[in-house]
């Protein structure tokens, strides 16, 4: 491609085809790489993150017959599905309704998945809706790994024709932005250090801390804000862009019962061990304990744990987020269940993860360090239902997470940079009281720019500045097209945790479907603005273009209201 083909593709765009002396140099260097220690791509649209977001948005571009380029900053692309170690957090109508048909096309091939390469037994083969682990946080709770392999899968046919250009283990670091676009975007290489220029007519911003908005100066809201800015019926009386749901580092653990693998006490096992969550209103006590804070009440809530299948008298910690049930397999393809940890006793409060990459680093480690105290004290110290403490037995399990110490490859992040948009989503629109407190109405509004729908549970984890759970009912909603719209910027689309919600809305906006129609539309909103030479601020604010942008999203599988 020449230079001439960089400036087609801009003013595909909309944009002028104005180059700054960073692009010019880029593009000068381009055939000596080694000259400048960068390298340069380009395509229709620069994806930066591949988690569900971002791999719906490619999915969504590809099949328009747009290029891409996606970047993803671990060597695992899918997100909170994959590198995170998250089984999907899903509504109940899920199977039939609720989200794109591409996500349930991702789900029900991961179930194919297992079919043909797994030594299923003939009952799980033979059901409908099979679920690997039978957890019981999702109707599909199965390994990292294979939602990953699936996802390639989807993508294989455009990465072979070259349609899609998939660059892993690359984190955005640089923007060079001119007025209200978006002109290129430097990555660097995690190990390497090695640099890419990343030039294109539209960027989407599918990272799970929406890297892409302070880098290119998209106007944008950390934390809560108060009550005041939002009139809000639950928001905080003080606005604070550091008060943000805890992360976790999940982790991956299996039992041998025969076996005795007790770990090494953790350095900062004293610490966790002691450790009582500084919340207001109180935890129920210490962190490393099996009864947590019910969400709703707030009053202890008592839970067991039972590796081995046994009776317990309260619900069991080992069989919410289960991956694998040995039982759905044939008799000696697993040794034991496998299960994720991705509860209260390993959200980590103490900070949050958008600081520098030293502090990253840091609390990132002290949460590995939460988690090691968490399996030592399991290994140790947990009562045990039929009495006596402790199971020597588990096991960290590094090829459920595909790393070295069974822990995910990133962290799961709750809350993101969420952009300041055309729109944004607030709790008298989807939260049941305050919807009814507001306009007396039992519904979400019906959204005239709806490009998708969701449904959770309005559910916000203790913060880094001392709250406790806040969780509470929502409303099925529909996903307005100008929460994806930032309010300047003309080239930069959301595609994941960092749409126009509210730290309150972001509860429920956040978990797996709604991050992938988010991501998918997203997607669409590009192509349409490429293929048509318009904004997608002028889509959605022409009736015209609007209901005909609507009417395609919907021919290809995008339900854009509930049934």
């Known amino acids: 491609m020449n230079r001439r083909d960089f400036i087609t593709l801009s003013m595909a765009g909309g944009m002028g085809a104005v180059f700054s002396p960073f692009i010019i140099a880029c593009h000068k260097n381009r055939n000596n790489p080694l000259d400048s220690g960068q390298t340069e791509r380009s395509a229709d649209v620069i994806i930066a993150g591949g988690g569900l977001g971002g791999c719906a948005a490619a999915l969504a571009l590809l099949r328009n017959g747009l290029s891409v380029v996606m970047t993803e900053e671990t060597d695992w692309i899918g997100g909170q599905l994959t ?44 059901q409908q809706y099979l679920n690997p682990g039978n957890g019981w946080v999702s109707r599909l709770c199965a390994e990292p790994k294979v939602a990953q392999a699936v996802l390639l899968e989807m993508l294989a046919p455009y990465t072979a024709s070259g349609q899609l250009t998939l660059l892993t283990e690359h984190k955005a670091v640089a923007a060079e932005v001119e007025g209200d676009n978006v002109r290129a975007l430097k990555v660097k290489h995690t190990r390497s250090a090695q640099e890419t220029i990343l030039i294109a007519p539209y960027f989407i911003d599918a990272t799970e801390l929406g890297d892409l908005l302070p880098i290119t100066g998209t106007e944008y809201v950390a934390g809560t804000e108060s009550q005041a800015e939002t009139q809000e019926l639950h928001a905080a009386a003080v606005a604070d862009p550091l008060n943000q749901q805890a992360f976790t580092v999940c982790f991956a653990l299996t039992y041998d019962r025969q076996g005795i693998h007790t770990i090494q006490k953790p350095e900062e096992y004293d610490f966790w061990r002691n450790f009582i969550p500084p919340l207001t209103p109180p935890w129920s006590g210490k962190l490393l304990d099996l009864a947590y804070c019910n969400p709703q009440t707030l009053a202890r809530r008592e839970m067991d744990f039972h590796p081995d299948g046994g009776a317990t008298a309260n619900m069991n910690w080992w069989t919410y987020r289960r ?53 030592y004290w399991l290994q140790t110290e947990a009562p045990r239902p039929a009495g006596g403490y402790g199971w020597p037995g588990l096991m960290l399990l590094s090829s459920a997470t595909g790393t070295a110490d069974g822990m ?8 993101a940079r969420r952009i300041k ?58 996903i307005p097209l100008g929460a994806l719209i930032p309010k300047r910027m003309e080239n930069l689309l959301p595609a994941a945790k960092n749409i126009g919600t509210t730290h309150l809305t972001n509860g429920c906006f956040r978990l ?28 959605r604010n022409t009736p015209a273009l609007l209901e005909d942008f609507q009417r395609t999203i919907q021919n290809q599988g995008i339900q854009i209201t509930w049934m």
């Open 421 to 478: 948009a055309e729109f944004t989503v607030l709790e008298e629109h989807i939260g049941k009281e305050n919807r009814f407190l507001v306009s007396g109405q039992n519904s979400a509004p019906d959204f005239f720019d709806s490009v998708g729908v969701g449904y959770y549970q309005m559910d916000l984890h203790p913060s880094t500045r001392g709250n406790n759970y806040l969780d509470f009912d929502a409303l099925r909603y529909r």
């Open 83 to 126: 590198a995170q170690c998250v089984p999907p957090d899903e509504h109940q109508w899920i199977e039939s309704q609720g989200s794109t048909q591409l996500y349930r096309t991702l789900r029900n091939n991961i179930r194919q998945y297992y079919r043909t390469h797994y030594p299923l037994t003939a009952a799980a083969a033979g």
């Open 408 to 415: 995910a490859k990133y962290p799961y992040v709750r809350e």
């Open 323 to 375: 991956i694998i049930d040995k039982n759905n397999f044939t008799a000696g393809t697993y040794k034991g269940d496998i299960s994720i940890v991705n509860w209260p006793q390993n959200d980590y409060m103490l900070a949050n993860l958008d600081g520098s990459e030293e502090e990253f680093a840091l609390h990132v480690a002290r949460a590995k360090q939460l988690n090691l105290s968490l399996v």
């Open 512 to 539: 797996h479907p709604t991050e992938w129609n988010i991501g998918e539309a997203a997607g669409m909103l590009a192509a349409c603005a490429i293929q048509n030479k318009i904004t997608p601020r002028a889509i």
